[in-house]
């Protein structure tokens, strides 16, 4: 079997494609796989070093405000699906993959020209304008959050497979918090903003930290490589917090977590799912349609997290909303027990399984 598979931007798109083929190349010893991301982005760094063969687009996404960027950007979209055609043509593929980020559309475009089978997946809970517009042309859509499937009216199928990146959460050994210098009979509760961390969250944070001697929990702070230095500048935390710039192991230490505190990206949900975590999340307000906030509410909904928007970031509130969750046990386990409600079946075992189907 020969897959193209396309994402690029933000680990949001990138880390559910590598799934993906992951899957594939488990099921398919023979398999062929092309990765085609933008020339500038992190995909063009994180996918040749895995072994993938990997072609750049120039491209970029329209910024609303510069119209002579937007009319250059129009002409490199052309000149992208026209190198789209031509690498397929070269690799013959059997299916084509997007999984976010605006490097899929003119992949997409170029498979549909050529009569090859296509799937999207969609990461967030209100997807992005660009699979919305391919939706109508690809054999399948693939989401991660049930309610997506009404922006979709228009695509030939819609199936629920959930996230791939919760496939890889459960597979990772556990970390036990003593390892890192918790203590065993003390709650953990994790706190991270991302990989690079968010200076609003930083910000807001630190009373938090320094009001907490006396807690029956302790706390691991993700501050973010690259405002780690800063935040630690003169700061005086209580002494049951830890700070650190990142965890590789993230995954695996959660496993071992009371609560998690964190944004709402698609794919810290789809571990969050996947490992039964209760959860406070603080949507970013800074990404496109604020989906974050919609992913978090779906959350909500189901009764396994809480939402606290940046806004409203505040110490007493965090106090408030973590001594809820940590006191109340009943609660607590209420919250764990929906979440293993939740169907959280192997997502890329599900594609790879509907990709044979469309293959037949």
């Known amino acids: 079997m020969k897959i193209i598979i396309s994402a690029g931007g933000t680990g949001g798109h990138i880390y559910p494609a590598l799934a993906?083929?992951?899957?594939f190349q488990e099921k398919e010893p023979t398999l062929e796989v092309l990765y085609i991301g933008t020339h500038n982005r992190m995909e063009k760094d994180i996918v040749p070093k895995m072994g993938i063969k990997y072609e750049a687009l120039e491209i970029y996404g329209f910024s609303k405000t510069k119209i002579?960027?937007?009319i250059k950007n129009l002409n490199l979209i052309k000149k992208a699906e026209a190198k789209c055609l031509k690498i397929m043509k070269e690799f013959q593929p059997d299916l084509v993959i997007g999984v976010g980020g605006y490097v899929t559309y003119p992949v997409i475009k170029a498979a549909k020209k050529l009569g090859i089978k296509t799937i999207l997946h969609e990461q967030n809970s209100i997807p992005g304008k660009s699979n919305i517009w391919l939706s109508?042309?690809?054999d399948l859509v693939c989401i991660s959050f049930e309610?997506?499937?009404?922006?979709?009216?228009?695509a030939k199928k819609v199936i629920y497979s959930g996230n791939p990146c919760?496939?890889?959460a459960l597979s990772i050994p556990k970390l036990n918090k003593e390892t890192l210098g918790f203590k065993k009979n003390k709650k953990l509760i994790i706190v991270v903003a991302?990989?690079?961390g968010s200076r609003t969250i930083n910000e807001k944070f630190k009373p938090f930290l320094s009001l907490i001697d006396d807690a029956d929990y302790e706390v691991l702070y993700i501050a973010g490589k690259n405002l780690y230095?800063?935040?630690v500048k003169d700061s005086h935390f209580s002494k049951n917090v830890k700070v650190v710039p990142y965890m590789d192991n993230l995954n695996s230490l959660m496993k071992d977590a009371y609560l998690i505190i964190t944004r709402a990206g698609a794919s810290t949900i789809s571990e969050i799912l996947a490992l039964n975590i209760p959860s406070i999340l603080i949507p970013s307000p800074y990404v496109a349609n604020n989906h974050q906030y919609y992913n978090a509410l779906d959350l909500v909904n189901f009764g396994v997290a809480e939402l606290i928007e940046e806004k409203n970031l505040k110490a007493d509130i965090l106090q408030i909303a973590i001594n809820e969750l940590v006191n109340n046990t009943e609660k607590y386990n209420e919250m764990v027990d929906k979440l293993k409600t939740i169907k959280t079946t192997s997502s890329s075992e599900i594609i790879y399984n509907e990709a044979k189907e469309l293959l037949k």
Do not use: E, H, P, R
Request: overall charge positive; charged content about 30%.
């Open 68 to 70: 002579m960027q937007d």
């Open 229 to 231: 230095a800063d935040f």
């Open 136 to 138: 109508k042309n690809v």
């Open 20 to 23: 993906i083929i992951k899957k």
């Open 194 to 196: 991302g990989s690079l």
């Open 166 to 168: 919760g496939d890889g």
């Open 147 to 154: 309610s997506t499937k009404n922006y979709f009216n228009k």
